[in-house]
């Protein structure tokens, strides 16, 4: 199914907040430009193109000098906007994120690891298609663990509670994507976030508060949002990450504003202390120290 692309906005606004020296925006992707990196023909979704010169543009705007650019499904298995992202001498990419079938040989992930990939990262989202087993994603994170690399997972909220049990046999570090997708609506109490807190407690997992826009129904500045974000940067400051998910693929509505997102952390992070743990020790802390 090829949707509609919807292009990213061009002319983000200047946050007020001014963002600690060395913050990571740790998902973020790039797509295309198709002309140079095609999509791939089996494709869930068309993105208008988001090169890497538009990505690292954005992040000057914001005060972004580090950033995970996280692999789309838009171009299946071919990483090379990715790769071409993390030569640039001038950009942001420091780290990357994998899309890799769970019986990817060594060999292929020993070449990622050598351009600057460090994780593997699986969808289950209904409107990506089916994921892979989780079963499965699991036993293959003890070949992860000879990488050093660590697991991705976004799922829709309502997944959360079957997945968590398996997930905490993995051997290597879980990222939970996107504030676990859950509802705004529902509020702190929902099973979704007790079951996403309760994972928390293990120190091998960690969390993105990125995705604002995503859980919030309320819309911009996404203020019904930030209670989730808040909660979980101030019960688990050492391992929380946040990211812009620029350019903001699969919106069912308005594309954000990156600026307005960068000010959100003023309420998701209120302290300096908990900004800089937030954006810069943290980020540093699972993904390594920036190589350029």
């Known amino acids: 199914m090829h949707l509609t692309p919807k292009a990213f906005t061009d002319q983000p606004s200047r946050p007020t907040l001014t963002l600690p020296e060395g913050a990571w925006d740790a998902h973020c992707h790039v797509f295309g430009p198709a002309a140079r990196f095609p999509f791939a023909e089996n494709r869930s979704f068309t ?10 543009a954005r992040h000057r705007t914001i005060g972004v000098t580090n ?23 001038d950009g942001t990419a420091r780290k990357a994120i994998a899309l890799l079938p769970p019986d990817a040989d060594d060999a292929r992930i020993e070449r990622l690891a050598s ?18 087993p989780i079963e499965d994603v699991v036993a293959f994170t003890h070949r992860l663990a000879v990488f050093g690399w660590h697991l991705q997972i976004h799922c829709a909220a ?46 091998r997992f960690w969390v993105k508060v990125s995705g604002c826009e995503r859980v919030s129904r309320l819309g911009p500045p996404y203020a019904d949002a930030a209670p989730f974000a808040r909660t ?25 504003d990156d600026g307005v997102l960068a000010d959100l952390l003023s309420a998701i992070a209120p302290s300096e ?20």
């Open 67 to 89: 950033s995970v650019i996280v692999q789309s499904g838009c171009h299946g298995a071919d990483t090379a906007a990715v790769e071409d992202a993390l030569a640039a001498p």
């Open 158 to 203: 309502d997944y959360l509670a079957d997945f968590a049990p398996i997930l905490k046999r993995s051997v290597v570090p879980v990222v939970i994507d996107h504030l676990g997708r859950v509802d705004a609506a529902l509020g702190l109490d929902q099973p979704a976030f007790r079951v996403l807190l309760a994972l928390m407690e293990d120190e």
């Open 273 to 292: 202390g908990e900004r800089r743990h937030l954006l810069v020790d943290n980020p540093a802390r699972l993904y390594g120290a920036p190589a350029h």
């Open 47 to 56: 993105p208008a193109d988001a090169p890497k010169e538009a990505l690292f």
């Open 232 to 256: 979980l940067v101030a019960l688990f400051p050492s391992r929380t990450l946040w990211g812009t998910d620029w350019p903001h693929p699969h919106m069912d509505h308005a594309i954000p």
């Open 115 to 132: 351009r600057g990939f460090c994780g593997v990262r699986y969808n289950y989202m209904r409107h990506l298609g089916d994921g892979a």
